[in-house]
């Protein structure tokens, strides 16, 4: 099975199937299935971005970098009924404050500009307001190309859960912005304007693989859909009580009503399995067609005009995907790492463009893989870089000498080389 590239784009915040997202997200990458280059929140509360490190930070990978949509008109403090907020307030994390991560574009930006053409996999499965401005982005220091050029050039696919392809046309219910005509069904689905018209503009600027996986996959039910919910969280009950993922489950049950059941639709876990393991004996694609959504919230997928845009559909029945999904959760196995990744290689100063560029490290042992850069000057930490590139503009370059070193997700170091600029 081909080791996928993974940026995350998540929601952590109500709902907990984004922390079973995260679980089931380090296991395979456990398993060696894929690297994950980046997890992105997209809520405008604090914590979430908090609750991504304290989950890092569980499965031993804190150096992974987190980014943050920074758009909106101010951060906001999450509901302490919400999971965020319970796992900033007690599980160690490696930042202290929101504001430690990278800009979600500058993040997002960095990354592709020094990735191999078509090799990273983007799974949405919260809003788009990462991936909206990603889009619409400018060229900047990593890159001369615009958002656009830049994903169609290093994306291999986008994969997002939402809308609805229930015989090829349905109503979104709300990560595409919702439709009107599900309020008598949930307030909540609802049309929102701002999600529908910036997913609108994603489907129809995104220049690579835009493939769905729609309500109907892991919320099967709902409307009268009739297609089968795949539950997934119960088996939960068997990790230890203070295991971050049993922990964000049962306190998302806790604070709306006492319950031992702790079962929750797996629609993000779906979008995310497709994601890293294609269709395999789970999932049927129906893709090389273009998809439709209205300003009022209808999907239509038509495969007569030739295009680059589809969705799945559930091969296998739903409790036998949610049992691997489920399995895939709950993993339990040592991730700790304690073999550093190798040096850098031909590390190089261009004059011309004011950047310090090199080959991008490696790491041989199975489940690690490289994040990030350390750049040293003078012993001091000065820059990450979280490409294969380092622009000098705004770090001081008069004969100095800087140290990099590789960093994998564990957060240990290769061996340091060095370059002077005179």
Known sequence: MAQKKIILDTDPS???????????????????????????????????????SAINTFYSRPAIPIGDYHGYAQKVEASPNNYDHHLARVYPRSINSWKEAQESVALYREILASAEDRSITIAIIGTMHNFYAL????????????????????????????????????????????????????????????????????????????????????????????????????????????????????????????????????????????????????????????IDLSVEGVCTWDES?????????????????????????????????????????????????????WDAATDSTIGSWVVAYHVYSEDRLVHVAFGTQLVLSDLPMANKTYEIRAVNAAGLESESQSISIE
């Open 14 to 52: 109500a709902d907990p199937d984004d922390v079973g997202c995260m679980a089931m997200l380090h296991n395979l990458a456990t398993l060696g299935e894929c690297e994950i280059l980046a997890i992105i929140n997209s809520t405008e509360f604090k914590q979430s971005t908090l609750s991504i």
């Open 135 to 290: 889009l619409r982005s400018e060229e900047d220091a990593f890159s001369s190309m615009d958002g656009k050029a830049l994903v169609e050039q290093k994306v291999a696919e986008v994969v997002t859960m939402g809308g609805n392809f229930i015989e090829g046309k349905g109503y979104d219910r709300t990560n595409w912005g919702g439709s009107n005509v599900l309020c008598s069904y949930t307030d909540w689905s609802c049309l929102n304007e701002e999600r529908n018209r910036m997913c609108r503009y994603e489907i129809d600027h995104c220049p690579s693989p835009f493939i769905a996986s729609g309500w109907e996959v892991g919320c099967g039910d709902y409307y009268n859909a009739q297609y089968g919910n795949v539950m997934t969280g119960q088996g939960l009950k068997q990790l230890d009580t203070s295991h971050i993922l049993r922990r964000s489950y049962e306190y998302h049950f806790l604070t709306r009503r006492e319950t031992a059941d702790i079962m929750r639709h797996s629609n993000d876990q779906c979008a995310l399995h497709f994601a890293v393991r294609g269709e395999g004996h789970n999932y049927t694609s129906h893709l090389n067609g273009v």
């Open 305 to 357: 005009i030739l295009g680059q845009q589809g969705f799945i559909q559930k091969k296998r029945d739903k409790d036998s995907i949610a049992a691997e999904i489920e399995m895939l959760m709950m993993l339990d196995q040592d991730v700790s790492d304690m073999t550093p990744p190798e040096a850098i290689k031909h590390l190089l100063y261009d004059a011309q463009q004011h950047k310090i560029v």
